[in-house]
């Protein structure tokens, strides 16, 4: 990744482009003391932030840009219940009791976002429309049905939607049949990004931007960052910075992939195209290996993304791909202007789960949310604020794993570019 190809994806975002005016952040620009230094300001950083400075511990935050500037201002604001594996693997994978813990975190993971929104008056358009996950083929209506199962068992409020009721919600009869999770919604990720600072900043936590951190080292008991223009001398760090870790700890950073993902939106469309579309501010993603995700923003314009790629025309002919699918989807878009492409990058790991590592002691991190974030980043920052207060790790609702190098990492864009390549034929031929 270069700053450069980064700033080209910002560019025509359509959240840089609706965003409400948000404060910015001064460098860092002196020598500075905390209980807890975070680097990175997306909403694992900030809710950290945010649930640290509400406990009273002096905390410092450095961001590279500013917050919201990495996954966070840039996804789809598709606010999802659950992690990517199903409640039965996780409890395999864990053990009934942690997994357990994990499960629920995770299905609470939108009330969270949603309390703080209302607690700190964030506004950013949310909307608590439900989550739908559409079937594209009969194995995915498959396992919709064991998943609905396996979360209805577990309290959950899911139900297993027939091909003309997902018709339906959705507007479109592409779909086979899907799972309907009323727990989900949406926001504008951005503006609950800057939000999320504001409350962070208004609770006493120091945020600062434009301050990559360019070294990290122990200092007597604790740690100390150097940033261009001061430092920060902290009893614990907190590493936040998923899909964007750079060199700072370059064992964090090959124990993710960090693969592109990118979205196309309209302009705002008519009533009278969207009126069956995507109702009561629904947001949607589907089945395939290779999924889209789709929902309309607050003015009713559509947006779409999927898996993007390396380089300038293979981006392109995503956001091509992209534009086609969503005619499919929804033919009457024909002939309208597609006015915004961005993207960005998601981390993704090896079991599909997201990851808390504490390397050294005092040093913590949280990332790996495999495209899911803006619920389980916002509950993982919590969970690292409890960790960063004193909390013992086994009194946390999320496992502390041993950090686990990805093998091959340096081959990973042709893996990633070969493995994409076989799921789109599988997705093409439905096995
Ligand atoms: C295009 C796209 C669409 C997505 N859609 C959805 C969706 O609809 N729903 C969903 O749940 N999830 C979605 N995701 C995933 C979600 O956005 C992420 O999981 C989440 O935002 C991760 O938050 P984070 O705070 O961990 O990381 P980020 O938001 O990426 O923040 C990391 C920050 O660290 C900073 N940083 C890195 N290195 C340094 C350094 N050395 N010094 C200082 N700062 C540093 C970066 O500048 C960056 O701002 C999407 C992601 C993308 C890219």
Redo the contacts with the bound molecule.
């Keep these: 990744m270069t700053i450069r190809n980064e700033l080209a994806s910002l560019a025509n975002s359509l959240w840089t482009a609706t965003a409400r005016p948000a404060e910015d952040f001064p460098p860092l620009g002196l020598d500075a003391t905390a209980d807890v230094a975070i680097?990175?300001?997306?909403?694992?950083?900030?809710s950290a932030a945010l649930h640290l400075a509400e406990r009273g511990v002096s905390v410092v935050l450095?961001?590279?840009?500013q917050?919201?500037?990495?996954?966070?201002?840039?996804?789809?604001?598709?606010?999802?219940p659950g992690l990517k594996e199903d409640p039965e693997a996780i409890e395999r994978i864990y053990g009934p009791g942690m997994g357990g813990r994990v499960n629920r975190l995770a299905a609470a993971a939108p009330d969270l976002v949603f309390d703080l929104i209302d607690k700190h008056a964030i506004a950013c358009d949310a909307v608590r429309g439900g989550w739908l996950q559409p079937a594209h083929d009969a194995a995915g209506l498959r396992t919709q049905q064991a998943r609905v199962e396996q979360l209805q068992a577990r309290g959950a409020p899911v139900e297993l939607l027939d091909r003309a009721a997902t018709a339906q919600r959705l507007g479109t009869s592409s779909y086979l049949g899907g799972m309907l999770d009323p727990r989900g919604g949406a926001v504008h990720?951005l503006d609950y990004?800057t939000g999320l600072a504001a409350a962070a900043a208004r609770a006493g936590a120091r945020l600062h931007g434009n301050?990559?951190?360019?070294s990290l080292g122990r200092s007597g008991s604790g740690w100390l960052l150097r940033?261009a223009g001061g430092s920060v001398t902290a009893g614990k760090v907190l590493l936040?910075?998923?899909?964007?870790?750079?060199g700072?700890l370059p064992r964090l950073a090959r124990s993710v992939i960090a693969v592109?993902?990118?979205?196309v939106a309209t302009e705002p469309l008519p009533q009278t195209l969207r009126a069956d579309m995507l109702r009561g501010g629904l947001?949607a993603?589907d089945t395939r290996r290779l999924l889209v995700?789709f929902r309309l923003d607050a003015a009713g314009r559509l947006l779409i993304?999927g898996r993007?790629a390396q380089g300038e025309k293979a981006i392109e002919a995503a956001q091509e791909r992209l534009r086609r699918r969503a005619l499919q989807l929804y033919p009457q878009l024909a002939g309208v202007r597609w006015a915004h492409h961005?993207?960005?990058?998601?981390?993704l790991t090896e079991d599909h789960l997201p990851h808390l590592h504490e390397p050294q002691p005092g040093l913590v991190t949280?990332?790996g949310?495999n495209?899911?974030?803006?619920?389980?980043?916002t509950a993982?920052?919590k969970v690292l604020a409890e960790r960063a207060a004193g909390a013992e790790p086994a009194d946390l609702d999320f496992p502390v794993t041993g950090l686990r190098e990805v093998p091959f990492h340096a081959l990973r864009r042709p893996i990633v570019a070969t493995i994409a390549a076989w799921y789109a034929v599988r997705d093409r031929l439905g096995f």
């Design positions: 680097v990175g300001g997306g909403f694992t950083g900030l450095l961001e590279a840009e917050p919201g500037w990495g996954a966070s201002g840039r996804n789809g604001g598709q606010v999802i990720p990004a301050s990559p951190v360019r940033t936040c910075t998923n899909g964007y870790t750079d700072l592109r993902s990118v979205q947001a993603s995700y993304g993007g961005w993207g960005g990058y998601v981390a949280g990332l949310y495209g899911r974030g803006v619920a389980m980043a993982m920052g």
